[in-house]
Each structure stands twice: as structure tokens, then as C-alpha cells.
């Protein structure tokens, strides 16, 4: 009770108490010394001096800056919670620093909202060449609304934080072709990019990007949605959430997507930027049908589209190179975005674009680990008989296996039903087996950390797109290949041969189709696109086949 009048301020003078203190300690009495030390300890401190300031009691008491400092390191959906505990820290609260680290700090902002005009240029929709007059002469500069006024507060607020949740990579259901969609912060923007494979058969190209949408603030408390489509400028859209991991986008003024010229024009621009060429330079009949398949398709949906978000696959030290998103030759469907991944003692390509007989979402390429091919010497190479020999003798042997396998599994199950045991040899058949397995891949692991190469040339009457592809390769193993009739029907997996070139470079044969695909690593930059585990990412490419087919 006499500390806590203390802390109050109840009680005899500072004066007064001094005194007491003194004559006390003349008496030398030692309980009197207890209280001396109650007195100085006050609230779990030690007051070792008494002429300093007063040591804080609580929070509230820390000077302003430090508190700026604090609360500039909680996570942005903490501090409407932080505001409400005292007038103190909601007028802090509003201080821009604050809010200028948590825009940078979760959502890689780097635009200064004071230098909102930048140089340069990545898009003609999203950029217009003003003149100064001074110098006479023009520059790009980004289209935005005057943000002189604005707040890190508000645009955290009302545009990063609401949206957040459609940041990352999604696939648009777009009947069997798919796409990849990233949606980034883009300085003041948040925006939807439609990544498109370079033009057949540059394979080694960079992506292409084109804007489907985007959001900025056009007022202090309210964000605006954008249509880019089309070719008259940004106009008004809406996006909806459906549920977790899927939106939707709309289009609110679809008469921005024609062009005076009609269908047809609108087919020859759309072919100059999906596959830049016209028709007429395009001889083949077959892929003439194909792409103005593809354009009376994909035009139909006008930008009203339902997206579904997908995650790129986790890597694992023991992979055969890094795991992640390529493009890839496919005869005439042109160039395919498709996403390796591993998975054990396989290797497996999941189609992200796709066509008319393989859609998006089914795996392309299943590559067994656990069985590498030798190459013979050039000239034994460039004969397609002797590399179908090796390919199939592996695929015959992969056969048997597999109905060993499964005729062990029976004879197991019906031993077991009959309490018989007779099955043991089986099921040691069986480990030994998976052993000389898991030998043969831990050798075949050991090439991305100890690579050797050697000489490679594609056999004679094997077609290839593209006829720049390494001469030299690391590793080759069994693999198979989906193929598949028009509207997907009657697919079938075909053997060929997984050839890996280097770590951002592999392709595959197929051998009953004589056909080569080469496929390169997408190198763009793709924040909020790792998976949270590896169980989300398994369930994301269960999931897959069901979105597209």
C-alpha cells in the first residue's frame, strides 16, 4: 500500500519524506533500510539514480519517434488494432513513414508517390508521349491521375491491402488454351499481365507481356478498376472474388475492344501480336484452320474471364535442375508455356497454354529419373532406328515391371486374404527393385552438381521448329509423351527420350510422332507466386486437370 500511494502521489511531501529517510539512516536501523529499497524499486525498475528522468511506465510514455519506429515494423492489418488504444497512437498512426515502409516492405513498392512521372517505356497502353516545350521534345511517361496529394495511408488502405489477395500467378479459363497471368504492384498500379510466349519458334526469346486490367486510386478513399483490352485506351472494368484462389474480371464497356475495320481487322492485328506474321505468310493449311480456331475462341470471352490461382513448384537439393516455368516448341500449336516440377524418381511438365488436342492443365512430359539413356557415338545418333531401339527396349522393360508390379500387388493381396505367405519373394523382388532404383537415381542426381556433357545431334527425320539447339546435352532419360486426337480425344502416352541440355535448357523426342520440342527457362521475376508447402502445390496440380478439361 505505501509504494502504490507512492506511485500515486499520496502521502507526506518529497520534503518531508527526504528528511525521514535521513534521520532514519542515522539510527542505522536495517528495516528502515527495506524500505528505503521498496522505495527505489518501482514497478519492476531500479532507480539507481535519483536526479535522472523518470523511467517510462508504460508504453504510451515512449517519445513519439520511437513509437513511429515501433509501429512502422508491425504488419499493416495490426495497426487499425494499435489506433484504437489510445488518441495518442491513432494521431501517430498517421504519420507517412509508417505507412510508406509498409507499402514497400509487403508489397514492393518502390514508386515515390511525390515522382509519380517516370521515364521510360513497357507498354504503349500504359504510357503516352508528352512534349515539353522547353526542350522540344517528347518522352514517355506513365498515365496516372495527379497524386500530389495522396497518402502511403490511403493507398495502403483503399488499393494494396483489399487487393492483395489477387497478387501472384492465376490461369484464365480459356477452354483448352489457358494462359498465365501475373498481377503485380506496379509503382502506383496494381496490374494483371497476360504473359504470351515469344513468336514461333524463338524459343530463347523473353516473354511477351500484354495488360488485361488494372487499379489505381483515382480519389483519396476509393480504387478503380481498368479494362486494358483492346486498342482505345484503359475504360472501366470490375473484378469480383468467387472464392479462395479465384476471381473474375469484366468488362464494362466491351465497344473499346472493336475496331472500325471490323472482324477482320481486328483478326489481322490480333495475328500480328500472337504470332507476328500475317496469313498470308503462314503456308501451312492445317495451321492457318488452327489459328483462326484459336481467334474466334479466345475473342469471344471479351475479357470477361474467370482466373484460378496456381503456384510455382518448390525445390528440392536433390532435383535434376531447378524446377520451374518453360517454353516449348509444339509443331504447329506454336510455342507453349508449360511447368516442370519433381516428384520422387519423376520429372513431370504440366501444360499452363495448351491446344485444341492437348488443353492446359494435362502433363505433357512424365520423365522416369530412374532410367537413363545412354547416347551412342554421332553417327549411331543420327539414325533414328538405333535411338528408337534404346528408347524402346527401355519402355519394354519399364512394361514388364510395372505388370510385375501389379501382379505382385494381386498375388499380396490374395495371399493375405487366404493367411498365406508364399508372397514374400514377391515383395523381396519388389524392395530390391526400388533399390536398384534409387541407386540409379542418386547417380543420375549426381549430373546437376558434377555435369559432363556430351556430343548431341537430333536423328535424321526428326522434325525440329527450331534448328538452333545445343549440340552437347548432360543426362537423357525414358520418358513418355501425352498426344492425343482433335477436342482431346483419344489420348495416349507415347515413349521418347528427355534430353537435358544445361540448367535452363532441355527438350524431348517424340518418337512416333519423328517430332523434337525444345523448351527454355521463363526467367522473368514472379513475386507472391511461391507455394506456402508442398501440400498446397500437390493439391494445385490435382486440381489443374479438372479447371481445364
Not at 7 to 35: A, F, K, T
Not at 79 to 107: D, G, H, P, Y
Request: with cysteine.
Amino acid at each position: 500500500m505505501a509504494v502504490c500511494a507512492r506511485l500515486c502521489g499520496v502521502g507526506q511531501s518529497r520534503r518531508c519524506r527526504r528528511r525521514q529517510r535521513h534521520n532514519q539512516q542515522d539510527q542505522g536501523s536495517d528495516s528502515d533500510m527495506d524500505e528505503e529499497e521498496e522505495e527505489r524499486i518501482v514497478g519492476g525498475f531500479l532507480d539507481r539514480t535519483s536526479t535522472g528522468p523518470p523511467h517510462p511506465q508504460s508504453l504510451a510514455e515512449l517519445p513519439p519517434e520511437l513509437l513511429v519506429e515501433i509501429f512502422s515494423l508491425l504488419p499493416g492489418t495490426t495497426l487499425s488494432n494499435v489506433a484504437l488504444v489510445c488518441k495518442k497512437f491513432r494521431q501517430l498512426l498517421k504519420t507517412e513513414t509508417i505507412w510508406r515502409r509498409r507499402c514497400i516492405e509487403e508489397f514492393g513498392m518502390k514508386e515515390d508517390l511525390r515522382k509519380v512521372e517516370a521515364g521510360g517505356v513497357t507498354s504503349q497502353d500504359l504510357y503516352v508521349k508528352r512534349v515539353n516545350p522547353r526542350v522540344k521534345s517528347g518522352r514517355f511517361m506513365k498515365l496516372l491521375p495527379d497524386y500530389e496529394h495522396m497518402e502511403y495511408r490511403d493507398v495502403y488502405t483503399h488499393l494494396l491491402h483489399p487487393y492483395r489477395h489477387i497478387l501472384g500467378l492465376w490461369q484464365p479459363d480459356i477452354g483448352p488454351y489457358g494462359g498465365l497471368l501475373n498481377v503485380v504492384v506496379d509503382g502506383l498500379f496494381i496490374i494483371g499481365w497476360m504473359y504470351l510466349p515469344p513468336h514461333d519458334p524463338r524459343v530463347e526469346d523473353p516473354m511477351r507481356r500484354r495488360p488485361l486490367f488494372r487499379i489505381h486510386m483515382m480519389e483519396s478513399n476509393k480504387a478503380t478498376v481498368e479494362c486494358m483490352y483492346g486498342h482505345k485506351g484503359p475504360h472501366k472494368g470490375d473484378i469480383q472474388t468467387v472464392k479462395k484462389d479465384e476471381f473474375s474480371t469484366k468488362c464494362n464497356q466491351t465497344d473499346h475492344h472493336r475496331m472500325p475495320g471490323g472482324r477482320q481487322e481486328e483478326f489481322r492485328t490480333w495475328l500480328e501480336e500472337e504470332w507476328g506474321r500475317t496469313l498470308e505468310e503462314i503456308f501451312h493449311e492445317h495451321m492457318q484452320e488452327l489459328i483462326l480456331m484459336k481467334f474466334i475462341y479466345t475473342s469471344q470471352y471479351d475479357n470477361c474471364l474467370t482466373y484460378r490461382r496456381i503456384y510455382l513448384p518448390p525445390a528440392k537439393p536433390s532435383d535434376l535442375l531447378q524446377p520451374g516455368l518453360f517454353k516449348g516448341t509444339y509443331g504447329s500449336h506454336g510455342l507453349e508455356i508449360v511447368m516442370l516440377s519433381f516428384h520422387g524418381t519423376s520429372a513431370r511438365a504440366t501444360k499452363l497454354t495448351g491446344d485444341p488436342n492437348v488443353p492446359a492443365g494435362q502433363l505433357t512430359l512424365d520423365v522416369n529419373l530412374c532410367r537413363p539413356v545412354v547416347l551412342p557415338d554421332l553417327e549411331q545418333q543420327c539414325n533414328i532406328e538405333e535411338l528408337s531401339r534404346l528408347v524402346m527396349g527401355v519402355h519394354e522393360e519399364v512394361q514388364r515391371e510395372q505388370e510385375q508390379k501389379e501382379n505382385g500387388t494381386s498375388a499380396t493381396v490374395r495371399c493375405a486374404a487366404e493367411g498365406a505367405c508364399g508372397g514374400s519373394s514377391t515383395a523381396e523382388e519388389m524392395e530390391s527393385d526400388h533399390g536398384a532404383c534409387s541407386d540409379s537415381c542418386d547417380s543420375s542426381h549426381s549430373s546437376r552438381t558434377n555435369p559432363e556433357t556430351q556430343p548431341f545431334v537430333l536423328p535424321m527425320g526428326v522434325m525440329a521448329r527450331n534448328e538452333e539447339y545445343p549440340r552437347t546435352c548432360r543426362k537423357c532419360f525414358y520418358g513418355t509423351g501425352l498426344i492425343a486426337g482433335h477436342g482431346f480425344t483419344s489420348p495416349e502416352r507415347t515413349p521418347g527420350l528427355f534430353v537435358l541440355f544445361d540448367k535452363d535448357r532441355f527438350g524431348f523426342i517424340w518418337l512416333e510422332l519423328k517430332s523434337f520440342s525444345l523448351y527454355s527457362r521463363l526467367t522473368d521475376t514472379l513475386p507472391h507466386a511461391h507455394a506456402p508447402n508442398l501440400e498446397r502445390f500437390e493439391a494445385m496440380l490435382r486440381n489443374m486437370q479438372s479447371w481445364t478439361s
